[in-house]
């Protein structure tokens, strides 16, 4: 008897486990198939991912790789080589501790000869940026595409207070690296960072924001116009990379990596990227006005902290506190006064200096921005038009052509009517011609150099320190050089100098 009942226990058992794995496989199924019918031909079982599409960029969820973004932004970004015919003078403080901390990212020039860094195509037709301390004081500069072509760069402009600076090669179709709104990065974003270090090496590593509107103190301008509001992120960041691209995972460009905290020159956890919008409005200044339209609200500020909140009676520590504002200027004439706190710019709180000023840093004069902030207990919003450092609402261009003296002769560069004219893209100029080797050559006033031959090099003259910079290198090495140009007549000329 007690044999069969546990018999009998034991088939009711089995059956038991049977109707719950029968029930779970039901269950799943008809989940399933509920699935793809409310989804449709957008249902993909999670487990056969990996299989299904293993060998493309669709592989993985949106978010969940970085194949896509990397694919637009390696080929964008180019190695620079530059080389120069005196030491550069720094901007930064040679003791400043910040400024050991990234001396070797910046390769500020160091070596007599030559540096380099990484650069971002902005357009087909051949802009690039990148930092300013990558190109600054050089005279040459070769820019590498991701393809191994190689072309003489000519610097369009650059901007010391933002750390930033325009180049120019002469190709088109060349791929571009779009520009986002660096304004809507968000804290935990995945980011990439791309550099191109060492000539014909791509990099990409990954990536978080970190951060935003960072001021490390790391750019020192003469005006004190200096601009700092940095993305940091915790992509590995190396010697090299300066200039490079640090885009999102659509492979937009939201920043030009710029800087890393280290105190031994290589990455160390934090590197630092000036935002996108900033970005772009620099290169549209330098491109169109060849120096950078400053705009400023007229006010001088601080960040709220307890202390100060505590001091001057603040309810909480948000906003940024105005110390003082300039007479006539745009924040004196909107109404703002001492003792406000600044909340909002364009309906963006800013909650530092380093905010605002980014903010404001992607104006020109001349533009309106909106500006909400509290006096007292009330808030207020109010239109500020922006003025330039002059207090105006000019909008300059660059017209300074300092002439450089070279073999008895005084040239400086060319014109952009004078380019049209002649249909020329780039040369310097014969301004005057006294007793040397190019008058002895039979180079006459008006030449305009556009190219220069050098050891079976043929390079395209980008400015008057563009020659010197050929001429010096040459009498070093004692190679002779063949000058090619054109006449304000349109007449075609060549001239052998040193043979």
Known sequence: MEKKFIEYAMITYRKFWIAVLLSGVLGGTLVLLGLRWFLGSNFIPITKIAYRFKDTALAIPEGMNFIYSSEMAIPAVVHIRTAFTKRQTSRYHENDAVDEMFRQFHGR??????????????????????NNHVVE???????????KRSYEARVIGTDPSTDLALLKIDEEHLPALPFANSDKVRIGEWVLAVGNPFELNSTVTAGIISAKA??????????????????????????????????????????????????????QGYSFAIPANLVKKVADDLRQYGQVQRALMGVEISDVNAELAKS?????????????????????EAGITKGDVILEIENIKVNSKSELQGIIASKRPGDKVSVLFRRNTEEKKVVVTLKNPKGNLEITRKTSNESIQ????????????????????????ILRIGKGKLADAGVQ???????????????????????????????????????????????????????
């Open 109 to 130: 020039g160091w070596s007599p000869r030559s540096s380099s860094g990484s650069g971002v195509i902005i357009s087909e037709d051949g802009y690039i940026v990148t």
């Open 137 to 147: 004081n050089n005279d040459l500069i070769e820019v590498t595409l991701h393809d």
């Open 214 to 267: 960072r001021n490390i103190n790391l750019i020192q301008d003469k005006d004190n116009l200096q601009v700092e509001s940095f993305l940091q992120t915790d992509a590995s960041v190396n010697p090299g990379n300066s200039g490079g691209a640090l885009v999102n995972l659509r492979g937009e460009l939201i920043g030009i990596n710029t800087a890393i905290a280290s105190e031994t020159g290589v990455f």
């Open 312 to 332: 001057k009676k603040l309810p909480n520590v948000d906003g940024v506190y105005v110390n003082g504002v300039t007479a006539n200027g745009g924040a004196w």
């Open 406 to 429: 070279i073999m008895g002769a005084e040239i400086a560069n060319v014109s952009e009517t004078e380019k049209e004219t002649l249909n020329i893209k780039n040369g310097a100029k």
């Open 445 to 499: 006033k008006g030449f305009v150099i556009t190219h220069i031959s050098q050891s079976g090099k043929r390079i395209a003259v980008s400015s008057a320190a563009h020659v010197l910079a050929i001429v010096q290198q040459a009498d070093k090495t004692g190679d002779g050089l063949y000058f090619e140009g054109i006449y304000e007549n349109g007449d075609k000329a060549y001239y052998p100098i040193g043979w």
